[in-house]
């Protein structure tokens, strides 16, 4: 293995190294998806050169553009097709942005379509960048987000789109040039021209560009594109990658779309006191040194007030208020409550993309903006963690959910475990999770119309999901291959 030297791996070398990597992949007998781009490109030619020499047999390739089939071929890479392949084993291409849930903008090459048709039909699709193209969210780069459309009555097509993100701040929207084309991706090389580029199915290209990344739920926005008549596809590639292989300065890390946060590390100790956390009186923590009069005292008043769904109605601040420390001390950590249950301590600044990109799939959460009944309020990727909160993760496919009670009885189980490892079986968290939990798995009254709608049969499910999260938290076996670091070394 070997260092970077001087100034380090070139963007290229970068992205020989990830198509390298993704290329360990490819077994003979395979079916790929064949991606085009300037780092594709290295894996095409990786993969004719293992051909030649016998490493690789009987691999066909389903080209995802003309380039990539001129290139392909001349490595030396039989051609198939999708008819004849409707199941592809493996693709590997390159990307214009990566997000944290690996979420992709492809397309500035101008080959979306086929791209997304092939990679759409694989088993696995794996995607090799350099780490500039890592975004905290899509379209983040300032650069275009595009959409396929046909030709005839291509300005009404473009107008309706312009209408979509009507009011969005710093939006803008052309029609792409051949010229523009050939500047945006590192492997056209066609002359400059003022026609508008036109793609390998002979239609055009609309490039939508957002100063600011595109905020909202990326699905209802994919689905709006796709309503308009006229557009084909967009460049937004949503839960289709498989794992990422980013190639970067230090190293190579492969991030895995079903990925645990393994490389998370263990929360380190929280000293907890017996103080009133909160103006309300009936979230205490109790040491084993406190006076058990006092306690008792504490307990039964506390029991007699405490009103269930109030307490789930505003539980976030207990979870919070039960992790975060002394109120009015300084804090020095903001912590996390990972998807197993384990609680993740944050020492210095950090913002929600560096967590997510080790939890993809999953999306942050502050625990005081959490009410039963009302909606998740994610953090943007870029948001930074405030000292002395607490956050919680959550799967992506919940990212426009309601917060239900078991979501809030799952953080206080959390808290109270967390609370009870560090203190020993004397620490008590009250309202008591585990009765919470039990009650709500039971059936639980709904507190507002959304929630209405909810089954007790969908919360036990959650509670389900929950206690399945934690008992693979507490199982000591690898569940998946992750996120794998290596320095970046000359293969
Ligand atoms: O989507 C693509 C082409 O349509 C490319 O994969 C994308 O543009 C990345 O290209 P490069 O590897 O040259 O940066």
New binding site residues.
Partial sequence: MLAPQGGGPSQDEL?RVAAHRAVELVRSGMVLGL???????HALDRIGALLRTGHLRDVVGIP??EWAAARAAAAGIPLTDLNAHPVVDLSI????EVDPALNLV???????LR?KMVEGASRRFVV??DES?LVPRLGASGLAV?VEVIPFGWSLTLRRLRTLFDGVPGFNIKLRTAATNAK????DESESKSEPFLTDNKNYIVDLFFEDGIHGDLKLISDDILRITGVIEH?MFLGLASSVIIARKDGVVVVDKAAKPTRLESSSAFIFRSYKLHPRPFVILLTKSQRPAHSSHLISSTQRSLRLRRVKASMGNYVSCTLAGPPGGHARSAKVILPCGRVQRIDGPANAAELMLDAPGHFLVDSRSMHVGRRFAPLSADEDLEMGHVYAMFPMKRVNAVVAAADMAALLMAARKEVRRELGAGARVLPDAAHVSTEVAEGYAPDSEQNAARTSLEEAAEMREFRYRLSMCRSRRPTLETIAEEPICSR
Avoid: C
């Fill in positions: 992205k991606g085009t781009g300037s780092t594709a490109v995802t553009s291409d390159g990307a214009d492809k397309g500035r090459g101008g080959s979306l791209e090799i960048v193209k595009p945006a991706s590192a492997f460049g």
